[in-house]
């Protein structure tokens, strides 16, 4: 084996998420001895993979985790020797159903406000347009996507670019 480990657990102070995980904080709350007939790397690649849970473990943890599905990430591409791997609880199942209805409901909300507010101002500043009473319009600094939109639009249509004024 090479001596790049010859600081056992030196490479976990090069995380900068480890301070915000508490470890100091913890508290260990089991602790199991088993004997078994097989080397340390069988043991341990049992956390390495979640797809037997489908197989192996169908009437447990393939009910609460989905085990085609995890999130993996290391950093053997920086040199270090650690990495993570998450788990796909079945609650995000419905999760993803809760939060699409709840965007569903935000649109509907959002554009029940367009129409209910918005449009019924910019009827009555069309109505103001339309009047003659105004011959241009001042959009403020604070409304600079309004300024690339209609310099955009006059720009395409072949008008002149209003410039911006400066502040006094
Ligand atoms: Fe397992």
């Not at 009473?133 to 006059?154: K, Q, S, V």
Request: net charge negative.
């Amino acid at each position: 084996m090479s001596g790049d480990l010859a600081e056992p657990g030196a490479f976990l102070t090069n995380n900068d998420e480890f301070p915000t995980w508490n470890f100091g904080g913890m508290v260990p709350i089991n602790h199991d001895a088993y004997d078994t007939a097989c080397n340390w790397k069988l043991a341990m690649d049992t956390f390495g993979e979640t797809y037997h849970f489908s197989s192996l473990h169908k009437d447990m943890l393939f009910n609460t985790f989905h085990g085609n599905v995890q999130c993996y990430d290391d950093d053997a591409g920086a040199g270090g020797h650690s990495h993570r791997m998450i788990l796909c609880r079945r609650d995000i199942d419905q999760m993803a159903l809760e939060i699409q209805m709840f965007i569903r409901t935000i649109a509907q909300d959002f554009a029940e406000i367009i129409r209910d507010e918005d449009y019924v101002m910019g009827e009555s500043q069309q109505a103001a347009a339309n009047s003659g009473a105004l011959d241009h319009f001042i959009f403020g600094r604070n409304e600079p996507a309004l300024h690339h939109y209609h310099a955009t639009y006059a720009e395409k249509l072949g008008l002149p670019v209003e410039p911006l004024l400066d502040t006094v």
